[in-house]
């Protein structure tokens, strides 16, 4: 069994407001997982993400990244394992040009001039960014910015990639791009941790995800088995992709009922299909 | 109600309240002496009182430069090169402010964090009620309304730069909301809302659209949502407008939508992987037409 990329033991955070943001969470994502963290707006999804790359330390409880327990380490140092996708592109934008801000973190890490500018070029390329390099990002529209925040972190390619909100504001071509992306790099061995409440990306991608409801660790499993559990969801206002929810109103009709993809769903119909007419 | 808007403002239902002819832009060149490329090349279209007209397009396509256009931010704030006309409630946006326009049409935007400046929820909602010096029990309804309508009426005392991301965008749907506009230009508002954020905007939009005759344009990616709302859908794209028409005839050009780079609705993906499999012809958009006809399907 791998290692787990990150480790939460009963951490917990609180903001200035009276209530905790997060209560005594303890999770484990393994190394090489594709995982999702999803729940309401202020649940603590983005407090959880902010306590694995040391942007905020837990007030209580304990934050292993690849083992390491990161207490005390500054966040430079976190950020060679961990590297994080912020929900809204502008709290992370700051350079004068497109690329000088993908080049930030490689130029902050050591990397030699050689490296950098080849990785550099590589990102602005896969994400269609090579015609802005000199341009001002904070001039662009906002789902070209994204494409900086995205080009930035890619560039790094840290072995845990935390990425909140990464298709909003994308349209779904652009979103495709990435997703074919992050693939590459799951398929890499890289740990990706995507904060969402895209369900038909959650159904399609995750292998592992995790519910977070009012601070606290609701249920974690595969996607399947979540989606399965109506009555919990709709409890904490979350609703399983159209696919699936079409596959649980047939399965009076002997339909598995618990289809994540479209293609999915066919194989079951044309097996209940080929039944009912043998 | 909208016989009094009808009194207020003079336009009926089902005239258009929004009127664009041949609009082209360009915004002003970065250095001086260059030229900036258009970013929209020729766009023509109308929206009547109570209709929501969903547009949707890819990223860099101008939909956002569009909406600003529709306040008076553009040409007014920003310069640049402006040819055509926008009509909005009678008003040619080039003879109007951008300050009486937004008596008119309000716009949010998609990062809710650029319009809230205010201390308090409150405050922020009543700022521009404030603004057009009512009287203080009508600033007062306008809150207590646009609160409820966003169901944030438990967030009333709070400052909004210490609420969630999806808490934000309701603040700014309800800022809006008291100003009682006549057209509500929505720029993917919903983009960081949770399931249940989305379903209250949606709500919302319906209810405005039910109870005010207010007309609603929806800038959009969302495409499984765009069927239960929108009566028309746009798809503009390199600033221009590619397809028009019902949810149903505009979905039906599937190949247009992907071309373009934009997602179509699950139930929609389900009826091409179907028809190219079973020979069949469906064409649904939601879920309950999916599974009504497939339940004929095995069944029969």
Request: proline share 6%; glycine share 10%; charged share 20%.
């Amino acid at each position: 069994m791998a290692e787990p990329a990150i480790e939460l033991q009963r951490c917990s955070y609180r903001y200035e407001a009276a209530i905790p943001a997060l209560q005594e969470v303890s999770c484990g994502i393994r190394a090489g997982t594709w995982a999702a963290v999803i729940g309401q707006n202020g649940s603590g999804k983005t407090t959880l993400a902010k306590l694995c790359n040391g942007l905020l330390r837990p007030d209580e409880g304990r934050v292993r990244i690849l083992g390491q327990d990161i207490a005390g380490q500054p966040v430079s140092r976190i950020a060679r394992h961990v590297g994080y996708l912020f929900q809204n592109p502008d709290h992370q934008i700051f350079a004068a040009s497109v690329w000088e801000e993908v080049s930030f973190g490689l130029r902050n890490l050591g990397f030699l001039a050689a490296e950098i500018e080849e990785r550099v070029e590589e990102a602005l390329a896969l994400f269609g960014l090579e015609p802005y390099a000199d341009h001002p990002p904070a001039m662009l529209g906002y789902g070209l910015r994204r494409q900086v925040t995205v080009a930035s972190l890619f560039a790094l390619r840290p072995p845990v990639l935390i990425l909140d909100e990464p298709t909003t504001g994308l349209d779904w071509g652009a979103t495709q791009v990435l997703l074919g992306r992050l693939a590459e790099l799951h398929g890499a061995g890289h740990t990706v941790v995507l904060i969402t409440h895209d369900m038909r990306l959650v159904a399609q991608r995750a292998q592992w995800v995790l519910i977070l409801h009012q601070g606290r660790l609701l249920i974690e499993g595969p996607p399947r088995e979540l989606f399965a559990q109506t009555e919990l969801l709709a409890r904490v206002s979350l609703n399983p992709p159209p696919i699936t929810r079409l596959a649980q109103k047939l399965r009076t009709l002997g339909m598995r009922g618990d289809s994540l993809t479209v293609e999915e769903f066919y194989r079951d119909y044309a097996a209940v299909k080929g039944e009912a007419q043998s | 109600m909208r016989s009094l808007w009808e009194a207020l403002f003079g336009v009926g239902p089902l005239e258009p309240v929004i009127t664009i002819q041949n609009l082209h832009y360009a915004y002003p060149p970065l250095t001086a002496g260059a030229e900036a490329p258009p970013v929209l090349k020729g766009v023509s279209l109308s929206l009547s009182s109570g209709e929501c007209l969903a547009l949707l397009g890819p990223t860099g396509a101008g939909k956002s430069t569009l909406c600003l256009t529709l306040n008076g931010i553009i040409p007014h704030l920003t310069g640049g090169t402006f040819r055509g006309e926008v009509w909005v409630a009678g008003q040619d946006t080039k003879e109007s402010s951008p300050g009486e326009l937004s008596q008119r049409v309000g716009v949010v935007f998609q990062d809710p964090e650029s319009q809230l400046f205010n201390m308090t929820v409150e405050d922020e909602v009543a700022f521009g009620p404030e603004s057009l010096a009512l009287p203080p029990n009508e600033i007062e309804a306008r809150i207590d309304e646009a609160l409820d309508m966003m169901a944030i009426a438990d967030l009333r005392h709070r400052s909004p730069l210490a609420l969630s991301g999806g808490q934000k965008q309701r603040v700014a749907l309800a800022a809006m909301l008291a100003m009682r506009p006549q057209v509500l230009v929505l720029d993917e508002p919903a983009t960081s809302l949770d399931p249940a954020g989305k379903a209250s905007v949606l709500e919302a939009i319906l209810r405005l659209r039910r109870e005010t005759g207010m007309a609603i344009l929806w800038v959009t990616q969302d495409t499984d949502q765009v069927p239960l709302v929108a009566d028309r859908v746009l798809l503009l794209a390199e600033g221009r407008i590619l397809l028009e028409g019902k949810p149903k005839g505009v979905f039906a050009q599937a190949e247009e939508l992907r071309g373009r780079g934009l997602a179509l609705p699950q139930m929609c993906e389900l009826a091409r992987h179907f028809n190219e499999r079973e020979g069949t012809d469906y064409g649904w958009l939601r879920v309950e037409e999916a599974a009504h006809d497939l339940a004929e399907a095995i069944g029969g």
